[in-house]
C-alpha cells in the first residue's frame, strides 16, 4: 500500500471513531494550530523568505495575521455553527421539528499553491477542523521550504493521524487524488483544476477549486487618479505580483494613460524605493521557470516602467492571454465604460472586478453587468481580509468559497432533518388513496 493511500486509510478509520465530532476537540485543535503559527513563527517566516523572499513583517501581515484572525473567529463562533438550523415550515409540517443540521463531511484532501503558501493551505484547514472532517495537507512543493516546514512541525501540534501532510510534487498529488474522498480543496492554476475535478468526478466527489484568472481594473476617468493608482500600485506589486486577486491589467480611457503610467511609477519608488532589488519588501518570483515565463510575457510591449531583470535571483523590475502572475500591469485603453463592460465579459469570468470611480452609478452599473468572483470598488485585495464575505470564483475562476463561516458550511454536509411525531394521523388523510375531490376539498 502506498503511503498516500495508508495516509487515506488512516483519517478514513481514525474518522469513523467519532474522535473529530465534540465541540471540545475542535477548539483544542484550532488552538494548538495557533500555537503552531506563534511558537513556529521564526521557522515559518524563514521558510517564506528561502521561497518568496517576503519579509518577516510582510510573512505576518500578508499570511499570519489573516489566519490567526479566522482561526480565533472559528473558535469564538464554532458552537453557533454547528448548531441546528430551524428552517420555515409549511402548513403539513407546523407541528413538527424542522431543521437543517451541519454535519462532517468526512476526509478532505486539501492541495495548496505556493504563492501564499501558509494562507491557501492553512485557511481552508481552519474550516476542515471547525466542520469536523477529517484532512489530508498537501502544500505545493513549489514554495519547498514552506511545505518542508509545514510537514516536519504541524504533526507535532495537531493530531497526526487526523490531519497528516503529505509532501511532493505533481506525481505525489496525483497518488492521493485516485483514492476516495469526500470533498477536494483545491487552490491553484484552472488547468490543474480541471484535472483535479476531473480525478474527483470518478468517485462523485465534490470539489472546491480555488483558481486563478485575469482580474481587470477599470479606472474611470474623473475619479482620484493619485489615490486610485496608490492602491492599485499596492495590490498589484505586493507578493512581486504573484496574488491570485492581483489587479491584471488596467482598462482606461487613452487620456488618463500618462498619468496612470506617472502615478504609478511614483508609488512604485516610494513603496520600493529607487533600488527594488535590494529592498526587503520587494520579492521574488518563486522560481526560474515562473520567471522565464513573466519574461516571456513582456516580449514585444513597450515597457514604461522598470523592464530589468535578474535570472540568477528570479529578479524582475517592475516593468497577454493568460494571468500574469507576477510584476507586470498592462494599460488597455478603451473609449469608455461601455467597452470596458464589453472587454471583461468577452472573456473568462475573472475572480475579481475592480472599478475606481467616485460615481456610485457607474460602480453599480459594472457589478450589474458583469460576472466575477467578487468585485471591489475602490480598493484592492482588502475583501480577502472580510471574513464574512464568501471568496471564491465563478467559472473559469474557480467554484464554492470559503473564509469565517463560509469555510465550515463548505466542508460540512448541509443535512435536511425532520422529525414527525407518531400521532395526529388524521391531518395525513389526504395524502392516502383513494384520492377524493372530498379529501381535496378542505
Ligand atoms: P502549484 O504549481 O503550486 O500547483 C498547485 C497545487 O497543485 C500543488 O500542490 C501541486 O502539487 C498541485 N499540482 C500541480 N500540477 C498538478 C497535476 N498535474 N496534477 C495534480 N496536482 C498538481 O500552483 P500554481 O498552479 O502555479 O498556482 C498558481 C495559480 O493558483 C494561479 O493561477 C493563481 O491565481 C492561483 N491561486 C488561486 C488562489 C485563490 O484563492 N483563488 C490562491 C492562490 C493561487
Known sequence: MSREELAVQRARTSFQTGRTKPLDFRVHQLKNLLHFISERCADISAATKNDLGKSQHGTKLFETLGLEGEINLAIENLAGWATPRPVEKNLLTISDEVYVQPEPLGVVLIIGAWNYPWAVTLQPLVGAIAAATKSIIKPSEVSSHSAKVMEEFLP?????????????????????????????FYTGSSTVGKLVMGAAARHLTPVTLELGGKSPCYIDKNCDISIACRRITWGKFVNCGQTCIAPDYILCEPCIQSRVIEEIAKNIKEFYTDNPKTFEDYGRIINQRHFK????????????????????QCYIGDPHCEEI????????????VDEAIQFINDREKPLVVYVFSHNIKLIKRVIAETSSGALLANDCLVHFTVSALPFGGVGNS????YHGRHSFDQLSHMRSCLIKQLSMEGVNSMRYPPHTAKKLSW
Request: no cysteine.
Open 156 to 184: 507535532q501540534y495537531l493530531d497526526k493521524d487526523l490531519y497528516p501532510v503529505l509532501t511532493g510534487g505533481v506525481a505525489e498529488t496525483q497518488e492521493p487524488l485516485k483514492q476516495r474522498f469526500d470533498h477536494i
Open 293 to 312: 515565463r513573466v519574461m516571456a510575457l513582456m516580449e514585444g510591449s513597450t515597457v514604461a516602467v522598470g523592464g530589468d531583470s535578474d535570472e540568477s
Open 325 to 336: 502572475f507576477g510584476p507586470l500591469l498592462p494599460i488597455i485603453t478603451v473609449s469608455g
Open 398 to 401: 474557480g467554484m464554492g468559497s
